[in-house]
C-alpha cells in the first residue's frame, strides 16, 4: 500500500461533491494513494440559508436572501453543466436535507471493507442526486446496506449511537485542520485543498513525493 493517505471530506448533500468522487477515484487508482474517505456534514443554512419547494418547483417557506438565491441557482446550473456532460444526473434538492445518517452510513460501510464502501458511496450519491433516495431514514440507509452486500447486525444502534459520535469527532477534527466545505482534500503534511479543481494540483505533489 502507498504510505501518501490524503483524508478527503466528503457529503452526500453536495453536489460538488458528486462531481469530484469519480475524479478522486481516478487520483487513486493512476497514482496508488490511499484515499481516506470521511464524512463532514455541511450546514448550509448557515451561509446560503434554507427553502423548502414543491415538485413544480414553487417555493413553499424560504429564509434566503436574493444573493443566496442566485449563489443556490448558479451553483446547480453550473453542476449540471459538468454533469450532463459525464452523464450524470443532478436535480435541484427540494429542502435541505439532514444527511449525518447517510454520513454515518459511509463510516458503516467503510467497516465493512472498501468493496462494500466503494458500491454504498456510488449509490447513494447516484440515488439521492436522482431523488430516489430518503437520507433521512434509518431504513433506507439499512436497504442501501444491504443492496451493498454490508452485514447490518448492529447498524440501528450504531446509527444513534457510536455512529453519531464517531461523526461529531470527524467533524471536529476535520475543522481543526481548517475543514470548512466538501470535497477537501487533506494532505499527510496538513495541507489543505477544498474543490476537485485543485486535483491536478494534488497529482503534481504526490508526483513530487514518490520521486523523493
Not at 483524508?7 to 453536489?15: A, M
Not at 444526473?89 to 435541505?96: F, M, N, P, S, V
Amino acid at each position: 500500500m502507498n504510505p501518501f493517505v490524503i483524508k478527503v471530506y466528503s457529503d452526500y448533500k453536495s453536489p460538488y461533491a458528486y462531481l469530484a468522487k469519480d475524479l478522486a477515484y481516478n487520483l487513486e487508482r493512476e497514482t496508488g494513494v490511499t484515499l481516506d474517505w470521511l464524512p463532514y456534514t455541511l450546514n448550509i443554512p448557515s451561509y446560503l440559508g434554507s427553502a423548502t419547494v414543491n415538485a413544480q418547483g414553487e417555493v413553499l417557506e424560504q429564509s434566503r436572501n436574493a444573493h443566496q438565491w442566485r449563489r443556490v441557482k448558479y451553483s446547480y446550473m453550473d453542476c449540471r453543466r459538468e454533469a450532463n456532460m459525464r452523464g450524470l444526473t443532478i436535480r435541484g434538492t427540494q429542502k435541505i436535507w439532514d444527511s449525518r445518517l447517510a454520513n454515518i452510513g459511509l463510516l458503516f460501510a467503510k467497516g465493512q471493507g472498501s468493496e462494500v464502501f466503494r458500491r454504498y458511496h456510488d449509490r447513494v450519491f447516484e440515488q439521492f442526486w436522482r431523488r430516489e433516495l430518503d437520507i433521512e431514514q434509518p431504513g433506507v440507509i439499512e436497504q442501501v446496506l444491504r443492496q451493498c452486500g454490508a452485514e447490518v447486525t448492529g447498524l440501528e444502534s450504531y446509527l444513534h449511537g457510536e455512529g453519531r459520535a464517531q461523526l461529531a469527532s470527524i467533524q471536529e477534527e476535520a475543522e481543526s485542520a481548517g475543514v470548512f466545505g466538501v470535497t477537501s482534500f487533506l494532505l499527510p503534511d496538513g495541507d489543505l485543498y477544498w474543490g476537485r479543481e485543485h486535483l491536478p494540483r494534488i497529482r503534481e505533489l504526490i508526483q513530487t513525493s514518490l520521486n523523493s
